[in-house]
């Protein structure tokens, strides 16, 4: 499910709402990883210096790196 974006003005309520996210994420990576069945796809998408590489850093950071897959594709033509 997409959550829509929300803004945060404080930077407690991020950091709170990133690390609950971060372990369930990590939860989920757990189960899928076990059946074998389901994957978890992830697309990153901005202009560059958009701030993709610092996201998936915080974002993927309590995942576990041997059940993770990072591709990167080419510029658009």
């Known amino acids: 499910m ?3 974006i929300k803004e945060y003005h404080e930077q407690a309520d991020a950091t709170i709402k990133l690390q609950a996210g971060i372990r369930q994420l990590a939860k ?16 990153f998408q901005a202009m560059d ?5 610092s996201t998936i850093k915080h974002v993927i950071s309590g995942s576990n ?3 993770c897959q990072v591709f990167s594709f080419k510029a658009p033509s």
């Open 28 to 43: 989920y990576q757990d189960i899928l990883y076990a059946q074998n069945t389901y994957a978890l796809l992830i697309i």
């Open 65 to 67: 790196p041997q059940g």
């Open 49 to 53: 210096a958009a701030g993709k590489d």
């Open 2 to 4: 997409i959550h829509p």
